[in-house]
């Protein structure tokens, strides 16, 4: 826990040592944020025949609207801080608990589960300890792979800062599937913004597409492995499911929840069939004839029209 915190701890000040770095130059790049946004008014009122006076009237609209509920946004915005701050202090205590007591824990499943033979409750105690374990150490490994390919394609492009978006990027895969897409955006605005050419932010886009598409189908699948065996799309259900109940935590949390869920669903035999609508398909159920090699599999015999009549 506390070799944990430290690193935790110099993350976070690198991050918002960059962040201090970068915004002291902000006056440098105002100009070229006003360039680029004459740039986009000219465009859409060649395009939709908008006039730049009906665009500005719009913004200033907008932000009249957004200053008169300045005072609702900042109590929710220290609202969020204060519950930031608040789980900074909670997390690290219930996860030191959590493992202090670890032994205390897996006692009281033998008591709750006294009908059930012992080495069946302490194997599926194993696995899941197992299951976790692996998804945290793939997880960390994958995001240090993904920091460093981020990181060498923008020092490729020549983009200043380069660690520091590179790992941004890769901290915002906590979000499976959207994290490194949400974290192309600010390098790519940050290059428009000093670079010459457009060329470099849809340069930043798509090499962070690429890295995406490298983690999705080589880099997880072979670090991570079949350990944690969840099919995309129950992944995205519990994501949402987490989203909804728990926000940002529960975006988090999402897939080792999942991938828990699975190991106890497998071990009840009545709740098999749900551990296996988690898990992966086989290859088998990919396949163009699919239905009928699972005909086949269950010895169902198919009714055609003709034998119905």
Do not use: C
């Amino acid at each position: 826990m506390l070799i944990a915190i430290i690193l935790i701890g110099a993350l976070i000040w690198l991050i918002i040592h960059q962040v201090v770095i970068i915004g002291s130059g902000g006056s440098e790049w105002q100009s070229s944020f006003i360039h680029i946004i004459q740039t986009i008014q000219n465009w859409v009122t060649v395009r939709f025949g908008i006039e730049q006076g009906q665009i500005t009237e719009q913004i200033t609209t907008f932000t009249n609207r957004a200053v008169s509920n300045a005072g609702v946004i900042v109590s929710a915005a220290l609202g969020s801080v204060g519950s930031i701050l608040a789980g900074v202090v909670i997390v690290p205590l219930f996860t030191f608990f959590l493992l202090y007591y670890r032994d205390f824990f897996r006692e009281f499943f033998f008591h709750a589960f006294t009908s059930t033979p012992k080495e069946i409750v302490s194997e599926v105690l194993d696995r899941i300890y197992y299951v976790v374990q692996s998804y945290l150490v793939g997880l960390v490994t994958v995001m240090g792979i993904v920091a460093i390919l981020n990181t060498v394609g923008l020092l490729v492009m020549g983009i200043e800062y380069v660690w520091f978006f590179g790992i941004l990027a890769s901290l915002l895969m906590l979000l499976p599937y959207i994290g490194i897409a949400i974290g192309s955006i600010l390098p790519a605005v940050f290059a428009l913004a000093t670079k010459d050419s457009a060329w470099y932010a849809a340069g930043v886009i798509g090499w962070f597409q690429i890295v995406q598409f490298l983690e999705g189908n080589f880099l997880t699948p072979n670090i991570v492995g079949g350990k944690v065996s969840i099919n995309p799309l129950m992944a995205l259900v519990g994501l949402l499911l987490g989203g909804m109940l728990f926000g940002l935590a529960g975006l988090i949390l999402a897939i080792p929840i999942m991938a828990v869920l699975k190991v106890v669903f497998d071990a009840v035999p009545s709740m098999k069939a749900f551990g296996f609508l988690i898990g992966e398909p086989e290859q088998y159920h990919l396949k163009r004839y699919s239905s009928k090699i699972i005909m086949k599999r269950w010895k169902i015999n198919p009714v055609t029209p003709q034998s119905e009549s």
